[in-house]
């Protein structure tokens, strides 16, 4: 059904972000990076086979029942429906192509030049822009970043200099891609570490925790995740998250007061650094004199509503 397909597509979306984060930075081997290749490459051509229908086929669900009639004729839902497939598959397309450029590096010492250069490794020829009819597209900055991108929905160049986002509207400008640098941002560790508290978990991120999806502010950045913690060097649980889909800091909390806390601060100059001044939230039936930074205590829940109350958060307990 339709919304078989959109869930999907959604699904898809999801799958690619963690792909993203695992071949940019989990990868660190020639023989790794070729094995990951090679079944990209294998999912490619299970996604590229036709499945003898269109995407409008098959059984309406009653909410969109209404839109079955205009279905295939060229109506705004054909576009939506089009236009977020192909993107899903755009994702796909380039996470072959920085599988590929990463493998090139470790070959070579840099990234290609061109597409072609990665020909052999997509089984003769680089993906083509689903957007726009020629192959994807390539931009170096002056440092050591390497772009590859789609042209997007609006089938307009921008040189890869900015994102597309659907929540602009189907068809608005932006590029999608995906922006490798030759060091990973996030140096995972080959084997399991054991991080007992906040100062040990924080010195596996030397560039900052990764970016929170739902925290972006007016001027259109995206700020870091946020870390939840009692103490630095104390065994208490440790949580890692999000603001989640409402965009809005901790719900638990009904006040805050701002202490001097030396002790909140990591000892050591190689310690992540931590302001010494803390904000320290209180919920309800929070008793004084418990500090606590950033710690969400509302699980963000779907089926309370798309954008309800909670933060989307891990838990990392200690000793």
Same mark, same amino acid.
């Given at each position: 059904? !339709?919304?078989?397909?959109?869930?999907?597509?959604?699904?898809?979306?999801?799958?690619?972000?963690?792909?993203?984060?695992?071949?940019?930075?989990?990868?660190?081997?020639?023989?790794?990076?070729?094995?990951?290749?090679?079944?990209l490459n294998q999912?490619?051509?299970?996604?590229?086979?036709?499945?003898?229908?269109?995407?409008?086929?098959?059984?309406?669900?009653?909410?969109?029942?209404?839109?079955?009639?205009?279905?295939g004729m060229g109506?705004?839902?054909?576009?939506? *429906?089009?236009?977020?497939?192909?993107?899903?598959?755009? +994702?796909?397309?380039?996470?072959?192509?920085?599988?590929?450029?990463?493998?090139?590096?470790?070959?070579?010492?840099?990234?290609?030049?061109?597409?072609?250069?990665?020909?052999?490794?997509?089984?003769?020829?680089?993906?083509?822009?689903?957007?726009?009819?020629?192959?994807?597209?390539?931009?170096?900055?002056?440092?050591?970043?390497?772009? !590859?991108?789609?042209?997007?929905?609006?089938?307009?160049?921008?040189?890869?200099?900015?994102?597309?986002?659907?929540?602009?509207?189907?068809?608005?400008?932006?590029?999608? !891609?995906? #922006?490798?640098?030759?060091? #990973?941002?996030?140096?995972?560790?080959?084997?399991?570490?054991?991080?007992?508290?906040?100062?040990?978990?924080?010195?596996?991120?030397?560039?900052?925790?990764?970016?929170?999806?739902?925290?972006?502010? *007016?001027?259109?950045?995206? #700020?870091? !995740?946020?870390?939840?913690?009692?103490?630095?060097?104390?065994?208490?649980?440790?949580?890692?998250?999000?603001?989640?889909?409402?965009?809005?800091?901790? +719900?638990?909390?009904?006040?805050?007061?701002?202490?001097e806390m030396p002790?909140?601060?990591?000892?050591?100059?190689?310690?992540?650094?931590?302001?010494?001044?803390?904000?320290?939230?209180?919920?309800?039936?929070?008793?004084?004199?418990?500090?606590?930074?950033?710690?969400?205590?509302?699980?963000?829940?779907?089926?309370?509503?798309?954008?309800?109350?909670?933060?989307?958060?891990?838990?990392?307990?200690?000793?």
């Amino acid at each position: 059904t !339709l919304i078989q397909r959109l869930i999907g597509i959604a699904i898809q979306l999801i799958a690619a972000d963690g792909l993203e984060l695992c071949l940019l930075n989990a990868i660190q081997t020639e023989e790794e990076m070729t094995h990951c290749l090679q079944i990209l490459n294998q999912l490619e051509d299970l996604v590229g086979k036709e499945t003898g229908e269109t995407l409008f086929e098959g059984e309406w669900p009653p909410p969109l029942s209404f839109m079955e009639w205009t279905a295939g004729m060229g109506s705004p839902n054909d576009l939506e *429906v089009e236009v977020r497939h192909h993107v899903g598959e755009t +994702h796909l397309d380039l996470l072959r192509g920085i599988a590929a450029a990463r493998l090139h590096v470790m070959r070579t010492g840099d990234f290609p030049m061109v597409l072609e250069d990665l020909a052999d490794d997509f089984g003769g020829h680089p993906p083509k822009d689903r957007f726009g009819g020629d192959d994807l597209s390539i931009s170096r900055s002056d440092g050591e970043d390497w772009t !590859l991108y789609s042209f997007g929905p609006d089938e307009i160049d921008n040189q890869g200099s900015f994102d597309y986002s659907p929540t602009n509207g189907t068809k608005s400008s932006g590029d999608i !891609l995906i #922006r490798v640098s030759k060091q #990973r941002e996030y140096p995972f560790p080959t084997g399991s570490v054991r991080a007992r508290n906040a100062t040990e978990v924080l010195e596996q991120f030397p560039n900052g925790l990764p970016n929170d999806l739902f925290a972006i502010t *007016v001027s259109r950045q995206i #700020r870091n !995740l946020k870390y939840g913690i009692y103490e630095p060097t104390g065994f208490h649980p440790q949580r890692i998250f999000s603001r989640g889909p409402d965009g809005i800091e901790p +719900h638990s909390y009904q006040s805050v007061v701002y202490y001097e806390m030396p002790s909140m601060n990591p000892v050591g100059p190689d310690d992540p650094g931590m302001p010494t001044r803390q904000p320290v939230y209180y919920p309800p039936t929070q008793p004084d004199g418990a500090p606590i930074l950033y710690d969400p205590l509302v699980p963000y829940e779907p089926t309370n509503g798309t954008k309800s109350v909670g933060e989307l958060f891990v838990k990392i307990k200690g000793d």
